[in-house]
C-alpha cells in the first residue's frame, strides 16, 4: 500500500460525502470517529481553537478502506490499519510535516502507527490510554435493582451535571477536561455536547449519573457513568446505565457502546451483567 492512495482534505463535509457510509459501515468500531467528526462538523473549524482539523481517506479499488483524522489540538484517531498501512500513513504524515500529539485507534492499530512514527520521525511514543470497548447485546433489567429511578438531567441539574463531570475527570486523572471545567469552557470539554440522565433515590435525590452522545451513524455511546464515592456498591451504577441505555435505544441507536477501565474489575462485570459484550481493545500513545 503506498502513500498516494491516502486522500487528505481540510472540507469535512467533502471527507464524509466520501468517507461518510465507511464509517457507518461499522458504528460500534467506529464510535470514537463518528462522533469526534460530528462535532468537528457541526461546530465549523472556526469555533476551534489550535490547527484547522486535516481528514484522510484510503482508498483502494474505488472504495474507502480505512480513514484517520486530526484534531486542531493535534489528536489523532485512526480507523483498523495493517502494519504495512500504519507505516506508510506516518511516513507520509511525517513528509508532509504534520506532527500528531497522540494518537488513538484499537491496541493494534495504535501500536504499530507509534512504532511507525518513532521510525520516520524519531520521536519518542509513550503510552498513555487503554481500554475494553463494549457493545450493547441483549438489556435484561440490574439485579439488585435499587429503589428510586432515572430520569432525564434538564438545565436545572446543570450545577449537579458539571460538579459530578468534574469530580470524575479528578478520579480518572483526566486534567485537560478539569482544565476546561474549570476555566467554564464547559462546551469545549468532552461533556458539552453529552445527554445526562440521573438515578433519583425514592426522595427524589440524584445518587447516580450517566452521559450519553446523540446518535450518530445508529450509534450512541456511554460515557462517563459515575457515581459519589458514599454512594457507591448499591445499584445505582447498573441502574442508571440500563435507564441511559434504554434512552438510546429509544432515540433509535442500533448500536449503543462504552469503554471500560481494563483495571477495574467490578466495572467490567457489572457491564457484562447488564448485557454488554466486548468487542475490541483500544490505545493511545503520546508523542514527544
Known sequence: MISDDWHLTQDVDAFLARAGGFLRSRPALHNTPLTDIEKLRTRGASDHDGEVPVFGRLESGGAVRAVFYRTPRGRLGLTPLSREQAD??????AALGHSPSDVIADHD???AFAEAWQRHTGASAAPFWRTHLYRLGTLPPPRPHPEGRGRAA???????????CRAFCVAVGE??????????SWDDSRFGDRHFTF????DGTPVS???????VGGMVRVDPVYTPAHRRGRGYAGAVTVAASRAALAAGA??????????????????RRLGY?????????RFS
Open 88 to 93: 506508510a500513513l506516518a511516513a507520509h504524515l
Open 109 to 111: 492499530t495504535a501500536g
Open 154 to 164: 434538564g438545565g436545572r441539574d446543570r450545577e449537579q451535571v458539571v460538579s459530578w
Open 175 to 184: 486534567q485537560r477536561s478539569i482544565d476546561l471545567i474549570d476555566a467554564g
Open 199 to 202: 438515578w433519583e433515590d425514592p
Open 209 to 215: 449519573m450517566a452521559a450519553a452522545t446523540s446518535v
Open 254 to 271: 442500533t448500536d449503543v457502546v462504552l469503554f471500560t477501565d481494563p483495571d477495574n474489575p467490578t466495572s467490567n462485570a457489572l457491564y
Open 277 to 285: 459484550v466486548r468487542i475490541a481493545d483500544f490505545a493511545g500513545y
